[in-house]
């Protein structure tokens, strides 16, 4: 059974919240927290892109939850600017961290408001071991929080994104490469928009040979 996804509700700041959690099959897998889109614009857990991450995660056996903000689909509460869905961000990676007490690697992946929340995470939880960030959006939002940014990730753009100017978020990952003792990488997918449509196979390889990379080189 623990190789279903199963449908969770757990307690969140502002009321229930209804996420998708499926369980590594090794003894202490590694966990990774998603984050969807903004819940304004349509973004819930079912979006292609935050589903292309769970998918990518479970193939290289991860403990993986995703879940909706507070407001969306079934998940209690209404939409509070950013600072509530930080707090139901830090509440969705305890519930993860409590299912797997023994995990040593903690990654969070968000897109586009998920990634600014990934982001945001990573300065209130020091176990947070690598980040994925997936068309941030830093000329609506300010990422100065990180300073500095206390994990290695990686940063991924569309280089024909019509939301985000690609110059801008190259200039955040080149601000974040300067800081000692962590590494961000950064890259452009060429042709693609701000919800990689078209490109999806590109974003796939580009993730999963990060995380490939990472988990080779650093935990085995």
Same mark, same amino acid.
């Given at each position: 059974?623990?190789?279903?996804? /199963?449908?969770?509700?757990?307690? &969140?700041?502002?009321?229930?919240?209804?996420?998708?959690?499926?369980?590594? %099959?090794?003894? *202490? =897998?590694?966990?990774?927290?998603?984050?969807?889109?903004?819940?304004?614009?349509?973004?819930?857990?079912?979006?292609?892109?935050?589903?292309?991450?769970?998918?990518?995660?479970?193939?290289?056996?991860?403990?993986?939850?995703?879940?909706?903000?507070?407001?969306?689909?079934?998940?209690?509460? /209404?939409?509070?600017?950013?600072? &509530?869905?930080?707090?139901?961000?830090?509440?969705?990676?305890?519930?993860? %961290?409590?299912? *797997? =007490?023994?995990?040593?690697?903690?990654?969070?992946?968000?897109?586009?408001?998920?990634?600014?929340?990934?982001?945001?995470?990573?300065?209130?939880?020091?176990?947070?071991?690598?980040?994925?960030?997936?068309?941030?959006?830093?000329?609506?939002?300010?990422?100065?929080?990180?300073?500095?940014?206390?994990?290695?990730?990686?940063?991924?753009?569309?280089?024909?994104?019509?939301?985000?100017?690609?110059?801008?978020?190259?200039?955040?990952?080149?601000?974040?490469?300067?800081?000692?003792?962590?590494?961000?990488?950064?890259?452009?997918?060429?042709?693609?928009?701000?919800?990689?449509?078209?490109?999806?196979?590109?974003?796939?390889?580009?993730?999963?040979?990060?995380?490939?990379?990472?988990?080779?080189?650093?935990?085995?």
């Amino acid at each position: 059974m623990n190789n279903q996804v /199963k449908e969770i509700v757990f307690t &969140g700041p502002d009321g229930k919240l209804v996420g998708k959690y499926k369980k590594g %099959q090794s003894l *202490n =897998p590694p966990i990774a927290l998603l984050i969807h889109p903004h819940p304004l614009y349509g973004g819930t857990m079912n979006n292609p892109i935050v589903m292309e991450l769970f998918s990518i995660f479970d193939s290289l056996g991860f403990s993986i939850f995703r879940f909706n903000l507070r407001g969306v689909g079934k998940s209690e509460g /209404k939409f509070d600017n950013g600072l &509530g869905e930080l707090a139901d961000a830090a509440a969705g990676l305890d519930w993860i %961290q409590r299912q *797997n =007490p023994n995990t040593n690697q903690c990654w969070v992946a968000g897109f586009s408001f998920g990634a600014l929340l990934c982001m945001q995470l990573l300065m209130r939880r020091p176990e947070i071991t690598r980040f994925i960030s997936i068309s941030p959006q830093p000329n609506l939002y300010d990422f100065n929080f990180l300073a500095p940014c206390p994990a290695s990730g990686l940063i991924v753009q569309g280089k024909k994104d019509e939301l985000v100017p690609p110059e801008e978020t190259s200039r955040l990952a080149e601000k974040l490469k300067l800081q000692k003792n962590i590494t961000v990488d950064y890259e452009e997918i060429v042709g693609a928009n701000h919800f990689y449509d078209n490109e999806t196979d590109r974003l796939e390889k580009t993730i999963r040979k990060y995380i490939e990379r990472e988990l080779n080189s650093k935990y085995r």
